[in-house]
């Protein structure tokens, strides 16, 4: 019997609903909270948007699929980590529909879901992970039924300090920032030098993105370098301090296989960055396009499939328990469905 799982995320500025059957994408349809430039996404507007959306995409992810709630088998939601409105918006609908078309309800952590959701698509087996994206930082690899949390940063993610070097120079959130400065940097000549900050396993970005913005303001307005030199050397150096945290622990772990996931994992100069280095070490990069490695419900469908069919008296939840979490770390989730 094949097993449907349809998976509700909306933890950020995305409301993504998707329908995974045995491995196959079914449907994904997702929208986008996008900001005027210089303005980032506050929770309770965010949830608004959300709101608005969610029912939508859901009649959009059915129709699309062909598939009816009695086709379902399992409803995945995020549960955590991200911002508590958009967080909430989402989980009271899975709530809702899990109770009208009687269908069992798993709470999916955000980053595990992106972890699946790449496995899934590249087809890489046990790959060290590079999590990316506007709330996450982490290098991740997989241990004794978790995925274990080798580096992150220890103040702002990464795709936050792009966002909000972008909203300084007042670049379009639209598609997305990270996006606008990528092509930006294509054009950069002059590289500024800016603080490299690797801490052991860990990094830092907030002293960068200080820094970046003081040079912006005391050079930018007197033409000693462009808005593309910036872009240019602000992603030069934080990707350099990425690449170096994933090729230690790539080391550590006798990785061969690397994988990129999180919203800046689209990002074609960092997974170009990232090749160079597991070429060297005679190992294979693996990446995805915006499609799924932008948040979107299908990851959610992924995870929640995976926890549904190894182990569902562990992992689905009664209506009573099925709370979401702005704080939700990777390693808390038991990995029942890989092997030892
Ligand atoms: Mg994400």
Redesign the pocket.
């Known amino acids: 019997m094949p097993t449907t799982v349809i998976g509700l995320e909306g933890s950020?500025n995305k409301i993504g609903i998707g329908i995974i059957r045995d491995g196959v994408v079914l449907s994904n349809p997702r929208h986008t909270y996008v900001t005027p430039p210089g303005e980032g996404f506050l929770p309770r507007d965010t949830a608004k948007h959300h709101r608005e959306w969610v029912l939508k995409i859901l009649r959009q992810a059915l129709d699309e699929a062909n598939v009816t709630p009695k086709e379902l088998d399992c409803i995945a939601y995020t549960k955590g980590p991200g911002m508590a409105a958009p967080l909430l918006s989402v989980a009271i609908v899975a709530r809702t529909i899990s109770q009208l078309w009687n269908v069992p309800l798993v709470g999916v952590n955000?980053c595990v879901g992106?972890i699946e959701m790449g496995r899934l698509i590249t087809g890489c087996q046990n790959p060290t992970v590079l999590y990316v994206?506007g709330?996450?930082t982490q290098v991740i690899a997989y241990s004794d039924r978790r995925y274990r949390i080798f580096g992150e940063t220890i103040d702002i993610a990464i795709g936050n300090c792009l966002d909000r070097f972008a909203r300084t120079l007042k670049i379009s959130n639209d598609p997305s920032p990270g996006y606008n400065i990528e092509q930006l940097a294509k054009k950069g000549q002059k590289f500024i030098m800016l603080p490299y900050t690797v801490k052991g396993m860990d990094v830092s970005f907030s002293g960068i993105l200080s820094h970046i913005e003081e040079v912006a303001r005391k050079q930018l307005e007197i033409g000693e370098c462009t808005a593309a030199d910036l872009c240019f050397s602000l992603q030069e150096t934080l990707f350099a301090m990425l690449v170096e945290i994933t090729e230690r622990a790539m080391a550590h772990c006798g990785s061969e296989e690397v994988l990129i996931v999180?919203?800046v994992g689209c990002n074609l100069r960092l997974q170009e960055m990232m090749g160079v280095m597991a070429e060297e070490r005679g190992a294979k990069l693996y990446a995805t396009d915006m499609r799924f490695c932008i948040?979107n419900g299908a990851m959610i469908a992924q995870a929640g499939w995976e926890m549904f069919r190894s182990d569902p008296e562990q992992h689905v939840t009664a209506i009573e328990d099925s709370w979401c979490t702005q704080r939700f770390r990777t390693d808390e989730v038991e990995v029942t469905w890989r092997d030892n």
């Open positions: 950020a955000h992106h994206s709330g996450n999180g919203g948040d």
